[in-house]
C-alpha cells in the first residue's frame, strides 16, 4: 500500500500543474509543511511566526521563524520531550527552495532539521536531526509533496542512503542516541535513507485545509528512552485553519493515536503600510533666463518635511531617514531644485549625507526632471542623464537632537535547562550632533521583567563572564545603559571612520575605533573595527572593573543585494571572550522599514567561560518594525523582537553606538538606486 501511495506522489509530480497560488500552512515543527513532514513550499516573503506545537504526551515545541527570502526559510525552535535528562532540546531548522514550480515541473527544497548540532554532547541529542530533499506539486486545490529524507526524516530506511559511495559515515547507522549524528558532519549521512509524501487540500472553506501524509520517522530515539514506547503507524492526518490573516490553527491525529494540537501568530512584514506622505512639491513653467533667483530652497525642502540639513546654488543635502524609500525624498527634492534654482542651472544635485559622513551625490538634467514632475517623462528617463558621485562637504550642518523610543522583547530558545528565557525593556535615547560628525548620546534602558535568572549560568557562574552574568543587569529597573562620545568623518572620498569612547553598551565601556570603505558605484564595502573595553558592574554604570581590560576587533566584508533591500556581512576577528571565530549576518529590509535580520557565530570558545557548557555556537533571529510613523512616538523609534541566545560567553561582539554601515545604509547609493522607480512619488 505505501509503495503506491509513493507511485502515485511520484506521476503526480510529473504532470502539469493545473493550480497556483494556494497559501501555505505551518507544520507541527513550525516551518512550511504538512504534518510531521516538509514540503517544498515557502511562505510569503517576509513572514515572521511564532508558535506552540503539541503531539501528544510525546512533544511540545515552541518555535519561531521567519521567511527571509523568497528562497530561504529559517525556524528556531525549543522541543520538551520526556526524557532521561528532562531537558529540553534547542534546534535550527533550515530549508532552500532550489526551483520554483513551473509548467511541467515541480518545486524543489533542500533542508534540514536541528543543522547546527550546538549543546551538550549527551546521550540522545541527536533525535532530531535529519535532512531531507522534497519535491512539492500543484493540482486544482490540492499540493502533492513526496521527499526523500535522512535521520530522523529517513528513519524507517526504505532505501539505501545514495551517496553510499562516498564511504564511512554515508554506509554507517546513524544512531540518534549518538551526539555524532548531528551538525554539520552528519549531514545527509546514515545508512539508510527513507521516503515521505502527503497531500493537503484547500478545501472551499476560505482558509481551511485537510492534510494527509505518510512519515519516514519511525521515533527510534522515543523507543531507546522507553522501551515501552509504541510509535503507532506513519500516516498522519489533520486540519489546518487559519481564520484570520495573522493566526493559524493546526488539529491532527497522528500514528494512528496521538492528537496534535498546534497554533502559531503571523506577522508579514513586507505587507504592512508606509507611511502616506504628503503631495510632492509642484514644479511650474521654466524661469525665463536671466531671471533672478531669490528663493530660499532650505526653508522650501524643511516646509515639504524633507531632512534637508544645508543647500547651495543647485545643490541640496539631506540625511534619509531609514523608514523612507530613498529614491522618493531625493526626488523630492530635485523638483525643489529644477523649480527654484536659478535659471541659468541646466543640472541640479541631490547629495545624501548621515552625521557626520559623505555618501552619494546624484546630479540630474533640470529639464528632465521637470518633465518627469509634470507626467511628460519618467525616472528612467532621468537616469540614463544622471551621474552618481561622492558627496561633497556641504557649506554648513546645523544643530541636531534626535529622541527615539525602542521597546525591545529578547528570548532564548536555545536553553538546555530552561525552555524558555527572556527580558523586556525599552530604551530611551537621546543624542545631539552640535557640530558634524561630533555626536553626544546617552540610553536609559528601562527593564519591566525577565526570567534570565533561570538561565543555566546561573546554575553553573562563569569564572569569567561576558554575557553569562546578564541576568544582574536586568535587575535595575532604571539602568544607564549607553553614555558616549562619538565622532565620525569621511577622510576622503569612499573612505569612512568613527570614533566612540565611554559606556559603549550595557555591559561594556571603553574606546572604539573603525574604518569603513564604500565605493559609490559598487554594492560592497570593507570594514576594520578595533576596540579596547572594560567591564561594567551591574547597577554602578559610571564605573568599571579595572582588571578586565579585553581587546576585540573584526574585519568585515559587506555585500549587497541588487536593490540593497537584502544585505549581508562576514566577519572575522576576535570576540570579547578572547575567542577567535567567525560571524554571518543577513538582512531584508523592506520599504516599510520593517527589517528581519538573521545572524549565525561560531568561534572557538572562552577557555574560562560558560560557553564551554552552553555551546560555541551564537545565533539569533531578529523583526524591527518602526514606530516613528505612529504619530504618537518620536521619527527613529521602533519595536524590537529578537529570539537569539542569551548568557553567552562564546561569541559576543561589542554593541558599539552609530556603526559606519548601518548609520550610511539610509544615505548610500545602494538604496537610491534601488528605489529609483519611486523618485517621482
Known amino acids: 500500500m505505501k509503495r503506491h501511495a509513493l507511485a502515485l506522489l511520484f506521476l503526480a509530480a510529473a504532470g502539469p500543474a493545473l493550480a497556483d497560488g494556494l497559501p501555505a500552512s505551518l507544520s507541527d515543527w513550525g516551518g512550511a509543511g504538512l504534518l510531521q513532514t516538509p514540503t517544498a513550499r515557502t511562505l ?7 508558535g506552540y506545537g503539541a503531539l501528544g504526551d510525546v512533544h511540545r515545541h515552541l518555535t519561531v521563524g521567519a521567511q527571509v527570502l523568497p528562497w530561504l526559510e529559517l525556524t528556531v525552535r525549543e522541543t520538551l520531550f520526556p526524557s532521561w535528562y528532562g531537558i529540553p532540546e534547542p534546534g535550527v531548522d533550515v530549508k532552500l527552495r532550489l526551483l520554483r514550480e513551473g509548467e511541467w515541473w515541480p518545486a524543489v527544497a533542500v533542508g534540514g532539521r536541528d543543522i547546527t548540532g550546538a549543546g551538550f554532547d549527551l546521550p540522545g541529542k541527536g533525535r532530531f536531526a535529519g535532512e531531507y530533499v522534497v519535491l512539492s506539486r500543484r493540482f486544482w486545490n490540492v499540493d502533492a509533496s513526496l521527499g526523500i529524507g535522512w535521520g530522523r526524516l529517513g528513519s524507517y530506511g526504505h532505501l539505501p542512503n545514495p551517496l553510499r559511495a562516498l564511504g564511512g559515515r554515508y554506509r554507517r547507522d546513524r544512531d540518534p542516541y549518538d551526539p555524532k549524528s548531528r551538525g554539520p558532519k552528519a549531514w545527509f549521512s546514515g545508512r539508510d535513507v527513507g521516503l515521505f509524501g502527503g497531500l493537503e487540500w484547500h478545501t472551499p472553506v476560505d482558509g481551511l485545509s485537510v492534510k494527509l501524509e505518510y512519515s519516514a520517522d519511525s521515533f527510534r530515539s522515543e523507543q531507546q528512552d522507553d522501551w515501552a514506547f509504541v510509535p503507532g503507524l506513519p500516516f498522519n492526518a489533520g486540519l489546518a485553519y487559519r481564520p484570520w490573516p495573522w493566526l493559524d490553527l493546526g488539529l491532527g491525529v497522528e500514528q494512528g493515536h496521538r492528537a496534535m494540537l498546534r497554533f502559531a501568530v503571523l506577522f508579514n512584514g513586507r505587507e504592512q503600510p508606509e507611511d502616506r506622505p504628503p503631495p510632492p512639491p509642484r514644479v511650474g513653467p521654466a524661469p525665463s533666463p536671466g531671471a533672478s533667483a531669490s528663493r530660499d530652497l532650505l526653508a522650501e525642502a524643511r516646509s515639504a518635511g524633507l531632512p534637508v540639513r544645508a543647500a547651495s546654488g543647485s545643490i541640496l543635502w539631506l540625511e534619509p531617514a531609514d523608514e523612507e524609500p530613498a529614491a522618493r525624498t531625493v526626488g523630492r527634492a530635485a523638483r525643489i531644485l529644477a523649480d527654484g534654482a536659478s535659471p541659468d542651472a541646466d543640472v541640479v544635485t541631490v547629495a545624501t549625507a548621515a552625521r ?4 552619494v551625490a546624484v546630479t540630474m538634467q533640470r529639464r528632465a526632471v521637470r518633465q518627469a514632475a509634470n507626467r511628460r517623462g519618467s525616472p528612467e528617463e532621468i537616469w540614463q542623464g544622471a551621474l552618481l558621485d561622492p558627496s561633497p562637504a556641504p557649506p554648513d550642518w546645523p544643530v541636531r537632537w534626535d529622541v527615539s523610543l525602542r521597546p525591545t522583547i529578547e528570548q532564548s530558545l536555545f536553553e538546555q535547562g530552561y525552555p524558555l528565557a527572556w527580558r523586556a525593556y525599552t530604551d530611551a535615547a537621546l543624542a545631539v550632533e552640535p557640530w558634524r560628525g561630533f555626536v553626544f548620546g546617552t540610553t536609559i534602558r528601562i527593564n519591566h521583567g525577565s526570567t534570565l535568572a533561570m538561565l543555566d549560568a546561573e546554575a553553573l557562574p562563569s569564572l569569567e563572564p561576558v554575557r553569562s552574568d ?26 569612512h571612520a568613527r570614533l566612540s569612547a ?19 558605484p559598487a554594492r560592497w564595502a570593507l570594514g576594520l573595527d578595533l576596540a579596547r573595553v572594560w567591564k561594567r558592574p551591574p547597577g554602578d554604570p559610571l564605573r568599571v ?7 576585540t576587533g573584526h574585519a568585515s566584508l559587506y555585500l549587497e543585494a ?31 522599514g520593517v527589517r528581519i535580520a538573521a545572524r549565525a557565530t561560531w568561534t572557538e570558545g572562552p577557555d574560562r567561560g560558560q560557553s564551554r557548557l552552553g555551546g560555541r555556537l551564537e545565533q539569533g533571529l531578529t523583526l524591527t518594525i518602526p514606530l516613528g510613523a505612529t504619530g504618537f512616538l518620536p521619527s527613529g523609534s521602533a519595536a524590537e523582537v529578537a529570539t537569539r541566545t542569551l548568557g553567552r560567553d562564546a561569541g559576543q561582539r561589542l554593541r558599539t553606538p552609530l ?19 519611486r523618485l517621482m512619488e
Open 659 to 677: 556603526p559606519l554601515w548601518d548609520t550610511l545604509a539610509p544615505a548610500g547609493a545602494g538604496r537610491l538606486t534601488g528605489t529609483w522607480g
Open 562 to 592: 541588487p536593490g540593497a533591500a537584502v544585505t549581508g556581512a562576514l566577519r572575522l576577528g576576535r570576540y570579547l571572550g578572547g575567542d577567535w571565530g567567525g560571524t554571518v549576518e543577513l538582512a531584508h529590509r523592506f520599504d516599510n
Open 545 to 551: 572593573w579595572t582588571d578586565t581590560g579585553t581587546t
Open 356 to 359: 557626520g559622513l559623505d555618501g
Open 44 to 50: 510569503p516573503e517576509g513572514m515572521y511566526h511564532a
Open 502 to 520: 565611554g559606556a559603549l553598551e550595557e555591559m561594556f565601556a571603553g574606546v572604539s575605533g573603525e574604518v569603513l570603505y564604500r565605493p559609490v
Open 470 to 495: 546578564v541576568a544582574w543587569y536586568a535587575l535595575p529597573r532604571l539602568n544607564l545603559e549607553r553614555l558616549h562620545a562619538t565622532w565620525l568623518a569621511s577622510p576622503a572620498p569612499e573612505w
